[in-house]
């Protein structure tokens, strides 16, 4: 009998680093006008628009037995990494991710420095790592059959 998968969280990266970089280029973009030069300003307004798709498309999924990571542009590369095969997950947060909630997510395959891949700013990452090894610990007793 088949055990159905379903959605435990969606994760993006924080918005605030994607954000900052939009609004810095924005506001160059307008400069860039203000100093008659369009060109400038359209590629700054250019370089906005696609810091804000990169934000939109770069995406990590938890389910009740795998993690999905998509990158790239218009999710290219999907890792899919089952959950039984993790083995540490790891939490590394900036000065500026502590004071403002986000870090990196790194997990790590079973007996090994290795790494599986690497959720990078995440908001809350103590959450994330923590239902990663919860589902970590029902997929493994799953695939062992108990």
């Known amino acids: 009998m088949a055990v159905e998968e379903t959605v435990i969280r969606r994760v993006r990266v924080t918005p605030f ?17 203000r100093a008659s030069q369009p ?21 990590a999924t938890l389910t009740s037995r795998r993690l999905l990571v998509r990158r790239g ?23 500026l991710g502590e004071a403002l909630g986000f870090g990196d997510v790194i997990v790590h395959p079973v007996e090994s420095d290795a790494v599986l891949t690497r959720l990078r700013n995440v908001g809350d990452p103590g959450a994330m790592q923590e239902l990663i090894r ?13």
């Not at 610990?137 to 799953?142: C, D, I």
């Open 134 to 146: 919860e589902v970590r610990m029902n997929s493994a007793s799953y695939v062992i059959g108990f």
């Open 73 to 95: 542009p218009f999710g290219a590369k999907l890792e899919i990494i089952d959950c039984y095969k993790t083995g540490e997950i790891e939490v590394k947060k900036s000065r």
């Open 39 to 59: 060109a400038v300003a359209y590629a700054l307004y250019g370089a906005a628009l696609l810091v804000a798709v990169d934000w939109w498309l770069r995406r």
């Open 17 to 33: 680093l994607h954000g900052a970089a939009i609004v810095a280029l924005v506001a160059a973009g307008y400069f860039g006008f």
